[in-house]
């Protein structure tokens, strides 16, 4: 058993908190065919970074900003097939307001829109990708989560499946889990990484200024 002291959990949202995966290859499915680009070229490079990043790379002949905003748009209209991931509830309900928040590439409305269709609650911080000039690989998101919830960088643990993610919590100084759901573990450059989130238990330790104890149980942890 791996035990981790921190002040605050700062969670990815698809594929850590939210099973989004078929709606969003759906949509990435869509927009690759409409311009004729080979969707293997597309998700090479989209997990974890923001959406008019991934068409600026793959198809920099197109107007990156309104492709985004398009896209935008029919994903938020879209939410079918997108669940909570096991344990994310019980996980979330424990945590105290202050102590958690969510850092995540898409939209502010994209966000809201899936957390709302799988039944979680909205936290009190939220980062999106409309928040920050870089996205991850970038630290600024986690850095900017950090700073809202008033916590030290260097005391605060991400849960991330991505390894771009993974890069933007390690250049802020932060402890990472890793979550292989939509990586290999060993494509996620952590020393912990899990298969799945409910691995992870949370005490609030009261007599260490609510300092969250995370504990992760699983044969499967990486050392």
């Known amino acids: 058993m791996t035990q981790i002291e921190c002040d605050a959990l700062l969670f990815d949202l698809d594929g850590v908190l939210i099973d989004s995966g078929n709606c969003v290859k759906r949509h990435w499915e869509d927009w690759a065919r409409q311009h004729g680009i080979e969707m293997a070229d597309v998700m090479r490079v989209a997990h974890g970074i ?7 790379i793959v198809a920099p002949h197109l107007d990156a900003e309104e492709e985004a905003e398009r896209f935008k748009a029919a994903e938020v209209a879209d939410t079918e097939g997108v669940t909570a991931t096991e344990g994310a509830l019980a996980l979330l309900e424990v945590l105290p307001g202050d102590a958690w928040a969510i850092v995540t590439s898409g939209s502010r409305e994209l966000a809201l829109a899936r957390l709302k269709t799988a039944g979680l609650s909205v936290p009190n911080v939220l980062v999106s990708g409309d928040d920050v000039r870089q996205g991850k690989p970038s630290p600024e998101p986690y850095l900017v989560g950090a700073s809202r919830l008033g916590k030290p960088s260097h005391n605060c643990l991400v849960i991330e499946d991505a390894p771009a993610g993974i ?6 100084g932060m402890q990472v889990v890793g979550i292989a759901a939509t990586h290999f573990q060993e494509e996620l450059n952590c020393s912990v990484v899990v298969d799945r989130l409910s691995a992870l238990h949370i005490q609030v330790l009261e007599g260490k200024d609510n300092c969250l104890l995370v504990q992760i149980v699983a044969p499967d942890t990486k050392k």
């Not at 923001?50 to 600026?56: A, D, L």
């Not at 890069?167 to 802020?172: I, L, Q």
């Open 50 to 56: 923001r959406t008019i990043e991934t068409m600026r």
């Open 167 to 172: 890069e933007a919590a390690r250049a802020a």
